[in-house]
T-cell receptor, first 115, second 112 residues
Framework: DAGVIQSPRHEVTEMGQEVTLRCKPI?????LFWYRQTMMRGLELLIY????????DSGMPEDRFSAKMPNASFSTLKIQPSEPRDSAVYFC?????????????FGQGTRLTVV | GEDVEQSLFLSVREGDSSVINCTYT??????LYWYKQEPGAGLQLLTY?????DMKQDQRLTVLLNKKDKHLSLRIADTQTGDSAIYFC????????????FGSGTQLTVLP
């Protein structure tokens, strides 16, 4: 398996524009996580899904952020409208079925710059 | 509360041992993890320890857990330049399903 695949790797957009980040989890994994990494706040969990259903979105910062998982092999994180403070690296991770101690596999991240 | 703290930077000489420390505040943590992040890459799981263990060794890596002080450490023996990266400790708390709470990360620099 190629691992968790995120696209694009880099995104530069103007303030006010809509941004869509994409993630393909590892086949067979039933958990999917979206994290945001910044220098100021470190790694923050935004939302996670189990079997395509959002379980906890309490980390989503504002209504401008939304995430979907229409099927087991695809998820999107959308920011509309984007703001400069949204600039960060966004990671998607997935983990397989199992007990509490199950490794989360991370994608390489999308570096978002909002100017 | 949920708070995981780490020192931000550590420099060591190649061949020396590195010790990266982490403190956490939630005593209900069940599993504690160490992840490694190389430049431009995602996080990769290095090792983990269950909360009822005091120590775990895996080749050059030794994890020590002091539950009384809520202190976790990662020792890397014979540190190599390829070990230069950011190291994150993370915890999964009882009842929180798969949610990982990460520390701020420690930037390890290995000097030749």
């Amino acid at each position: 398996d190629a691992g968790v695949i995120q696209s694009p790797r880099h995104e530069v957009t103007e303030m006010g524009q809509e941004v869509t980040l994409r993630c393909k989890p590892i086949s067979g994994h039933d958990y999917l996580f979206w994290y945001r990494q910044t220098m100021m706040r470190g790694l923050e969990l935004l939302i996670y899904f189990n079997n395509n259903v959002p379980i906890d979105d309490s980390g989503m910062p504002e209504d401008r952020f939304s995430a979907k998982m229409p099927n087991a092999s695809f998820s999107t994180l959308k920011i509309q409208p984007s703001e400069p403070r949204d600039s960060a690296v966004y990671f998607c991770a997935s983990s397989p079925p199992g007990g509490l101690n199950t490794e989360a596999f991370f994608g390489q991240g999308t570096r978002l710059t909002v100017v | 509360g949920e708070d995981v703290e780490q020192s931000l930077f550590l420099s060591v000489r190649e061949g020396d041992s590195s010790v990266i420390n982490c403190t956490y505040t939630d005593s209900s943590s069940t599993y504690l993890y160490w992840y490694k992040q190389e430049p431009g890459a995602g996080l990769q799981l290095l090792t983990y320890i269950f909360s009822n263990m005091d120590m775990k060794q895996d080749q050059r890596l030794t994890v020590l857990l002091n539950k009384k002080d809520k202190h976790l450490s990662l020792r890397i023996a014979d540190t190599q330049t390829g070990d230069s990266a950011i190291y994150f400790c993370a915890e999964v708390m009882k009842g929180s399903a798969r949610q990982l709470t990460f520390g701020s990360g420690t930037q390890l620099t290995v000097l030749p």
